[in-house]
């Protein structure tokens, strides 16, 4: 049977144990079904249904995606759409699941092709198909060319999501050139009120929430920067008019891809809207010999019909158990105390020991030091690539800082920046063909620094190599894994010209590789996906990584904002936030300690603040305030979210709820960004209680109206509320209830 996606298999789900959403355990199975006769395929799971069919031109056609249909129900005979005029041709307006680019099609292509003879018209056809426990796959092929198409539906029981993708197989006789792939196209029928949602941003301002209508035209959400990118995420959510934060209906899907990619939405001429998601055809030309193949990316699709916070608790239980490491019980987050803000590059032995007993003192796991400690790097000038100690600031290695780290009973993490070179480093020096450029052309650099072609065996052999090494050494239980500036110059002289633009994708899968091979090695090791921040947020990352940080802006009120983003696409479990110093370094704001800690207690807890300059009183709030958090973690990172109040839109207010899968405990964080007026509180509705248990109120900080009681039901927190007491600006409160 043909893998959803043939390059995972080999370079991580082996190694991972199936982690990318396809290797779906369990006794809970999804219900695939065909319909021989009508050739109507179905996959059923949670309250969803997808279904499509062969219709009689051998198309594969969209017949049906939403709320569960009954066992019983028979979809229509897939028919493709008629005519409509001259200029709309039935190939056009009927919802193709994959359509390729030929027979006169104008919309988006799921595949283009050219041929060795300058052809480039490409009519895939049904040819057979294999039903599996959770899978569907269907073969298709051009009606006269050996171009073969696997197409393959794995849908997730317990969520209904659909992981979607597509292998491109040669078996012509010359080279064939793929000029764009796409894991799925995705249809929804006409309607006049479609709303699209995404992710954008920039640095330090990354997952803003834009929503604007789907009308007549295209939309094009993308990256071409190589990574994943700031300025977009891959995730969609469309809706209708109506719908709200917990009704109505959400489909939304999200592609896992840490390279240039693109999602492309549109509605065609008779209001049908195609969503399309795959590798970013901008620079992209893929040739195949014959005998080789290619798989797409895949896209994990969901549909929800309660609204955009039922969509995300969906997606979140989907990530926590089919896609994170040790899925689907991934690990809780440790709380976390990085090094960057207190010291920059002047680390020492000396500095970090006296960081790391102050860390301990207030209950943190895991110490980190970040940039600094290896090669030349006294700034961000010089030294990257040169992954050696450096013995004027270490002049006894790594290992005593490391043991008396784990002594104070803390587990040792690093900063490492792999896939990037100083021009100003060893490594430069000796390999300056190692780097992405064009023969001949200038290479532009950005923080002073160069981009390592991970497309290179040696490349990634010398990278292996080196961090093998590195974490053979020493006791490095984490490392936060950095990639601070966007591709340039995407050239791969090595390669034969017609070749150079795999680079697209071998570079990502050499970096699948290479973190799946270090896991592999060393088991115990969790790693942080980071870029500048959030700039490598994605599906395919988080397979292979343990959680990411999220942004380098810590200021504790944006950081609603941009956490509130986050969550409508990304888990908590995986989500870091820190605590650092006031004013903030991105916009100079003062905020008290303890607010900055309720902001940041919402996802994985970090410290990032330089604890030289503490007093006293900050240590015993903190030490407090992290012992609180430990026993609240498990249902903040993996219980269920309800944004009840969203910072979005400008609100002054902003609130979120956690409830544990058992309901036995919740917990409610609630700020205000500046009262006024002497305007009223509003009580919170809380959501997601077991009405019939009785929960004790109990407050981590903040107080609550007088007549409030101490302990009431499940149905008496959500139907009545509560009133909380915020007065002043950036005010935070935090209550636990504990159920019974």
């Known amino acids: 049977m043909t893998d959803i996606d043939q390059r995972r298999r080999t370079l991580c789900m082996q190694l991972l144990g199936g982690l990318a959403g396809i290797a779906l355990g369990g006794a809970a199975r999804a219900r695939p079904s065909v319909d021989e006769s009508a050739r109507v395929f179905r996959l059923d799971g949670a309250d969803v249904t997808y279904a499509f069919g062969v219709n009689g031109e051998g198309q594969l056609q969209t017949l049906y995606w939403g709320s569960a249909l009954a066992a019983g129900d028979t979809l229509p005979t897939p028919v493709p759409v008629p005519e409509n005029s001259s200029n709309e041709m039935p190939v056009t307006i009927t919802p193709l699941e994959f359509p390729g680019f030929g027979g006169g099609l104008t919309v988006e292509p799921a595949l283009k092709v050219t041929f060795p003879d300058g052809v480039r018209d490409l009519v895939l056809r049904y040819v057979d198909h294999q039903v599996g426990n959770d899978r569907i796959v269907v ?46 196209s995705l249809n929804l029928p006409y309607s006049d009120d479609y709303r699209l949602s995404y992710l954008t941003g920039r640095w330090a301002g990354e997952f803003a929430l834009q929503t604007r209508p789907i009308v007549p035209g ?38 896992g891809w840490s ?25 992209f030309a893929y040739r195949l010999k014959p005998g080789e193949s290619l798989a797409s990316p895949v896209f994990h699709a ?37 090094s960057w803000e207190a010291t920059l590059f002047a680390v020492d032995e000396a500095g970090q020991t006296a960081l790391a007993e102050k860390a301990a003192s207030i209950g943190v796991e895991r110490f ?179 959680q990411v940080w999220t942004s380098d802006n810590t200021d504790p009120l944006d950081r609603l904002l941009i956490q509130d983003g986050f969550s409508r696409a990304y888990a908590p479990a995986i989500m870091m936030a820190w605590v650092t110093d006031a004013p903030n370094f991105v916009n100079k704001r003062v905020t008290s300690l303890e607010y900055r800690f309720l902001s940041a207690m919402q996802g994985g ?78 009580r919170i509705q809380l959501r997601g209680l077991d009405p019939k248990k009785t929960y004790a109120l109990r407050a981590i900080s903040g107080g609550v109206s007088p007549r409030t009681p101490k302990r009431a039901s499940g149905a008496y927190w959500m139907g009545h509320g509560l009133d909380v007491v915020l007065e002043g600006d950036f005010q935070a409160a935090a209550f636990v209830l504990d159920g019974a």
């Not at 064939?176 to 796409?182: F, K, R, T, Y």
């Open 605 to 682: 807890l970090g410290i990032g603040a330089n604890l030289n300059h503490w007093k006293d009183d900050d240590f015993a709030k903190a030490k407090r305030l992290v012992a609180e958090y430990k026993t609240i973690r498990m249902t903040v990172q993996q219980g269920n979210l309800y944004r009840l109040v969203s910072p979005q839109g400008g609100s002054a207010r902003s609130a979120t709820l956690s409830v544990a899968q058992d309901a036995k405990q919740a917990v409610l964080f609630a700020f205000l960004h500046s009262g006024g007026l002497r305007e009223a509180r509003p």
């Open 302 to 338: 969901g549909y929800s019909g309660d609204g955009f916070g039922g969509a995300s608790r969906m997606f979140h239980r989907y990530q926590r158990e089919r896609i994170l490491p040790g899925a689907p019980s991934p690990r809780l987050r440790p709380v976390l105390y990085n």
């Open 368 to 546: 980190v030091m970040d940039d600094g400690w290896f090669g030349a790097r006294n700034g961000d000038k010089a030294g990257l690539g040169d992954w050696v100690v450096n013995r004027k600031k270490f002049p006894n290695g790594l290992a005593p800082l490391i043991r008396r780290v784990n002594d104070l009973g803390m587990e040792f993490g690093l900063w490492v920046e792999p896939e990037m070179v100083n021009p100003d480093s060893d490594l430069y020096r000796a390999h300056p063909d190692w780097v992405i450029n064009f023969k001949g052309r200038p290479r532009s650099e950005a923080r002073n620094q160069l981009v390592l072609n991970l497309a290179r065996r040696d490349v990634y052999e010398h990278l292996l190599k080196m961090l093998d090494k590195l974490l053979t050494d020493h006791n490095i239980a984490f490392l936060k894994w950095d990639h601070n500036r966007a591709w340039s110059e995407p050239g791969w002289p090595e390669a034969a010209p017609a070749e150079q633009q795999r680079l697209y994708v071998a570079y990502v899968e050499n970096l699948y590789k290479l973190l799946a091979e270090l896991r592999r090695r060393h088991p115990k090791l969790e790693i942080e996906s980071c870029a500048s921040g959030g700039g490598r947020v994605d599906l395919g990352i988080m397979a292979l990584t343990d």
């Open 218 to 255: 295209s939309i094009v959400i993308e990256s071409r920067k190589g990574v994943t990118s700031h300025q977009a995420n891959p995730w969609i959510a469309i809706s209708r008019a109506g719908t709200q934060e917990e009704a109505g209906p959400v489909w939304f899907g999200a592609l």
């Open 139 to 184: 073969r298709l092929k051009d009606v006269s060319r050996a171009v073969h198409v696997s197409v393959t539906y794995a849908m997730d029981a317990a969520t209904g999501i659909v992981a979607r993708s597509a292998t491109v197989e040669n078996r012509t006789a010359g080279w064939i050139q793929l000029d764009q792939l796409a894991a799925a």
């Open 259 to 283: 390279g240039s990619w693109r999602i492309h939405v549109d509605m065609d001429a008779l209001g049908g809207v195609r969503t399309t998601a795959g590798y970013n055809p901008f620079d």
